[in-house]
């Protein structure tokens, strides 16, 4: 029998392991082992769940899977960024800085650095979903969070809202809302007065979902207003809705 590898050897194989990208003696140690080894199995079962999910995206997610998925991207959600992402190719090893990576997060991007190679527009939107998923999570833990405010920004006549959770730590999010679509061409845009000035807290796009924004102690009104499609440098018209924020 070839060398041996160590137990830690084992697992920093276990993502690739999954996406039966592991070759030879070495896959023989690895699935040796997963037979004495509960944990490192459970490891590849739930690695081989995230690759079900993303090969079959449409049809229902394993309960809980996003939970740990969206526990794995890193808040506050950053763009995952495909097109920078070199495909994995068979048999590479993850080795060196990438080893400690090796959890859910980097089997995840194994499996999605293997797909964009086969399906480039259908990773797009399975990222895109998953973007929007981790970000409607946050904004439900951020919704639960005691220590949030949540404010909710309305109409004059009150028949408009747009509900919002403030963290403590600044990070918001616009939970719901019944803005109307917009037309083509037209954007909402998120303001946050400081003083007598109004800063854009981010472009809504014409048809807003769950969005994230950040707020600094100084911020005191939120509004959304109607804009352009790129958005303006200063609110053009009345706030559609608009809310104060409690003193911190
Ligand atoms: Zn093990």
Known sequence: MARGMTHDEIQELLGVFALDAVDGSEAAQVAAHLAVCPRCASEVTSHREVAAALAHAGSPAPEGLWDRIAGAIVEPAPALDLSRMAPLPRRQRARGPMVGLLGAAAAMTAVLGTLVVRQDQRVDRITA????????????????????????????????FAQTAVQENGTSYLVRHN?????????YQLWGSVGTRNVSLGVLGQNPSVVSFNVNGAVTTVAITEEEGGGSVFPSGRPVVHGFLPDA
């Open 179 to 187: 803005l109307p679509a917009l037309e083509e061409g037209r954007t």
């Open 129 to 160: 979903a998953m973007k929007q998923r981790a970000l409607e999570q946050a904004a439900a833990s951020a919704n639960a969070d005691e220590k949030a405010q949540r404010v909710t920004l309305r109409s004059d006549d009150g028949a408009i």
